[in-house]
């Protein structure tokens, strides 16, 4: 059975230097890009926000930027604002190797509502097409990489063990925010969800 790798997203403003940077995000461009020559199948994800979004904090007056406001869908992180639609901040690092990609998926472009996940934006219930894609092709073995590990990268897996995909993370090409401790519990849910750490 061949085994997809899915590259989440791995962009100029999760990068240092950008507007959500990940301490030391840039590091996983060269392992990923080492990597997907043992995968017959690459997808990225690309985080992508309309600049009205409900997930920065700008959107929302008087509050900061890594607060916690109610959604209707549940509590939210703000984030100060990034990768907006058609910014520079928005592109893939430019060392990714994009070409290798079979699919880009792009998540987050509703205004009301975050998608941390590959497969479902934050309500948990609305899919982004993925599951379908992957299961089309008869891809039931998904490696996850990238950016930010504790975010979207642990949703991503842990979204993919729900729906019955074999999910491991390969964690020496991940970087996480580590926002008050969010890797660590992160760690331990996707070890619940039945993602393999790797
Ligand atoms: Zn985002």
Redesign the pocket.
Known sequence: MTEALIVIDVQKDFCPGGALAVTDGDAVVGPINAMMGDFETVVLTQ?W?PADHS?FAGNHPGAQPFGTVDMPYGPQVL?PA??VIGTDGAAFHPDLHVDRADLVIRK?FRSGI?SYSAFFENDHETPTGLAGYLRERGISKLAFVGLAHDFCVAWSAMDAARLGFHARVIENACRAIDLDGSLAAARDAMRKAGVALD
Do not use: K, P, V
């Open positions: 985080d926000h997930s984030w990034h990768c987050g975050d």
